[in-house]
């Protein structure tokens, strides 16, 4: 088993940025694929991106690619997402979910999730 819990989230104005974290417990994590998925109001929860145990990134969905970047320290057992150059559109709450295996986009296919943290961005 694996526990994530997500930090970070806030309210923040446009064009800000924040950094949110996942950590995790449980164990070994460092064998995990991890991704950032994130769901808003009355939509389905979306693919962000995802880092591979030793720290390749993939996969950053459109919207937010140029603007987000995933990182992660094996040590700490932690995942981040730094957010940058925020708009109102990314308000949702953001998850982090990890998996064995390959990094994947499908929410399916994800084993662990966290509670989310809420992300509010104002105009």
């Known amino acids: 088993q694996v526990q994530l819990v997500e930090s970070g989230g806030g309210l923040v104005q446009a064009g800000g940025s924040l950094r949110l974290s996942c950590a995790a417990s449980g164990r070994t994590f460092s064998r995990y694929v991890v991704g950032w998925f994130r769901q808003a109001p009355g939509k389905e929860r979306e693919f962000l991106v995802a880092i591979t145990w030793s720290g390749r990134n993939t996969g950053y969905t459109d919207s937010v690619k140029s603007r987000f970047a995933i990182s992660r320290d094996n040590v700490k057992n932690t995942v981040y997402l730094q957010l940058n150059s925020l708009k109102p559109e990314d308000t949702a709450v953001y998850y982090c979910?990890?998996?064995?295996?390959?990094?994947?986009?499908?929410?399916?296919?994800?084993?662990?999730w966290g509670a989310g943290t809420q992300v509010t961005v104002s105009s």
């Open positions: 979910a990890a998996r064995e295996g390959y990094p994947d986009y499908r929410v399916e296919d994800y084993d662990y």
